[in-house]
């Protein structure tokens, strides 16, 4: 495509191409709009690769011509191609990241989701806290569902994950699903972020950004030491989070995310007989189920509408209802206490803030262009 120069011949004029090839400028259009929205990042070479396949695949068949809406559409569907492709090369995802090579996604991760938290409500709730766990441990890569084996250690049996995070085979159905659909295309890190959201509120709420690909490592130690505990205290929370480039106000409206869902009795047990700043008549209720020794797995709501996402959880940290340490300490005469009260009385603001920092933990460290893979399944990477 090198235009001959005082100094340069180049293959323009060659007996092959002269006043034969054709069609420079179309591929110079593409560029132009490429270079606007990723300056410096694609190259002509692939602009010219798409363009050939987009150019013959959308030309009617019989007639050895191609329309000219066609040849228009043609080049629309390279440059959505291509913007998906830097958006992605820039670090960048995007919420129609699919939308050309994978539209139905959005439709099968909802239906499974909706099958499966009618049969088991209890899941929506896990598979956020999924999401939540794949993000802090080496960024949102799908790297909590890969499976140990003889030669690989993954971040199932970290200390914050054993025999506690659960949901895993809802998103190997997922999977099987979306490869029937769409072969080798979305990656588990993506199918996780989408489950988290439709678990939650069924696909209304927050647009999910797309575009992640799938680790090739995991991290037992990076799951040990950046998993916040429920027994960490305020400062401890704030930065925590901090390291993962979100505010305390992102701490506290995540945290939010216990507004629905359980916790085992281990976990909240010296909160319930040990703490002071508990409402007593709570601290009660919940001994009912955990007592004080033994019991160690049975399972406590975070509040007392365990399968609806509202601001309830906001409400009682009010009333000193927080179910674990880590909840309470959210409003304790400290500096959340403020936002705490807010999402207490706003409900519409708690829903708000909590799809924006859904998507800001969502753009935790994602694997994007080349790096990583779309792995066939999601608890081994691809041999
Ligand atoms: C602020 C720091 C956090 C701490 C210390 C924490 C800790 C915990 C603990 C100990 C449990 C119970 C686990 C068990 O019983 O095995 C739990 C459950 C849960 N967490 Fe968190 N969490 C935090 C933040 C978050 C965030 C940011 C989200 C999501 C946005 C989240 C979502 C959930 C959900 C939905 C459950 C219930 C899961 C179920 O019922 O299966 N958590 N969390």
């Known amino acids: 495509m090198l235009d001959d120069t005082r100094s340069f011949t180049g293959e323009k004029n060659a007996g092959p191409n002269r006043n034969s090839a054709r069609g420079f400028e179309v591929i110079d259009a593409i560029k132009t709009r490429i270079e606007a929205a990723c300056n410096n990042t694609v190259s002509c070479a692939d602009i010219l690769a798409l363009a050939a396949r987009n150019g013959v695949v959308l030309a009617p068949a019989g007639p050895d011509y191609v329309k000219e809406d066609d040849k228009i559409y043609a080049e629309v569907l390279s440059f959505k191609r291509i913007l998906e492709a830097c958006n992605s090369a820039n670090g960048q995802l995007s919420p129609n990241f699919y939308a050309t090579t994978c539209s139905n996604l959005q439709t099968i991760v909802l239906d499974v989701m909706r099958q499966t938290v009618n049969r088991e ?181 975070f509040d007392n509408t365990p399968n609806r996402f509202d601001n309830n959880y906001y409400q009682n940290l009010v009333a000193q209802r927080g179910l674990l340490h880590s909840d309470q300490v959210l409003f304790n005469n400290g500096s959340q206490d403020a936002t705490v009260r807010t999402y207490s009385t706003n409900a519409a603001a708690f829903l708000q803030d909590f799809g924006a920092a859904m998507v800001k933990m969502g753009n935790i460290g994602p694997l994007t262009g080349t790096n990583g893979e779309i792995r066939r399944s999601c608890r081994v990477i691809n041999s």
Not at 160 to 170: C, D, H, L, M, Q
Not at 229 to 245: E, H, R, Y
Not at 280 to 298: V, Y
């Open 121 to 301: 409500p209890r899941m929506g709730a896990s598979i956020l806290r999924l999401f939540f766990h794949d993000c802090f441990v080496q960024g949102c890569d799908g790297s909590i569902l890969l499976d140990d084996t003889g030669s690989f250690t993954g971040e199932k049996n970290a200390q914050p994950n054993s025999n506690s995070v659960r949901g895993y085979e809802v998103i190997d159905a997922i999977k099987t699903r979306v490869e029937t659909a769409c072969n080798n295309t979305v990656s588990c890190a993506d199918i996780l972020a989408l489950a988290a959201r439709d678990g939650v509120l069924g696909g209304q709420s927050w647009q999910v950004q797309l575009g992640r690909r799938d680790s090739i490592t995991a991290s037992l130690s990076g799951a040990d030491s950046d998993l916040p505990s429920p027994f960490a205290d305020l400062p401890t929370l704030i930065s925590m989070f901090a390291a993962k480039g979100l505010t305390a106000q992102d701490m506290t409206v995540l945290s939010g995310g216990h507004a629905i869902g359980f916790s085992q009795c281990l976990l909240f047990r010296t909160r319930i007989y040990n703490e002071t700043n508990i409402d007593p008549a709570f601290a009660t209720a919940r001994r009912a189920n955990c007592p004080f020794s033994g019991g160690d797995t049975n399972l406590g709501p």
